[in-house]
């Protein structure tokens, strides 16, 4: 039994040697997979799981999404980007450090990319919160918190008139 865990021990240091995952790392994946059902991969620090359904979440790492739903989105070029959940039909995420001005900024943006159909917008000292809809079904809620200056941007393939 000794010889077992000796040769166990061995090959995680090898593999820690050679440039393979930190034994952390490992056992971070596998704990996350094992609560998620997911497929987890930690890289730094940055933790991507995969579900079943092909839902995708990346926590950390700082990436704006590029495909999927993401690439139907306006891309915001400022802040922190803190969570992503991007899949075919949805996107959710949570962007720090966002000014004011780079907020009102990216609305331009957002609205001038055709974000504008069935338009609802409300604004106060705390909040700013904008939802549309573009012309291929995709709507788009944007909730701004100005003191904490995150936002939380959610995007989501409607059903057009006529699909299941």
Excluded at 22 to 47: A, F, M, Q, R
Excluded at 81 to 109: M, R
Excluded at 124 to 130: A, E, I, V
Aim: net charge negative; glycine share 10%.
């Amino acid at each position: 039994m000794k010889r077992v865990g000796f040769i166990a021990l061995a090959l995680l240091l090898l593999c820690t040697l050679a440039g393979c995952k930190s034994p952390g790392e490992v056992i971070e994946e596998k704990i996350i997979e094992d609560i998620t059902g997911g497929k987890v991969e930690v890289d730094g620090d940055k933790v991507t799981i995969v579900t079943e359904d092909g839902l995708q979440a990346t926590i950390g790492g700082g990436d704006w999404p590029a495909d999927q739903m993401g690439a139907k989105i306006p891309k915001l070029e400022t802040g922190k980007v803190a969570f992503v959940a991007n899949a075919e039909e949805t996107c959710t995420l949570i962007v720090g450090e966002i000014k004011q001005k780079a907020f009102e900024d990216y609305l331009d943006k957002v609205t001038g990319a055709g974000f504008a159909a069935e338009e609802l917008g409300y604004s106060s000292d705390d909040n700013r919160m904008y939802l549309a809809q573009d012309a291929a079904g995709v709507a788009i809620t944007l909730n701004y918190e100005v003191k904490n200056e995150i936002l939380n941007l959610s995007a989501m393939q409607e059903k057009m008139e006529g699909e299941d």
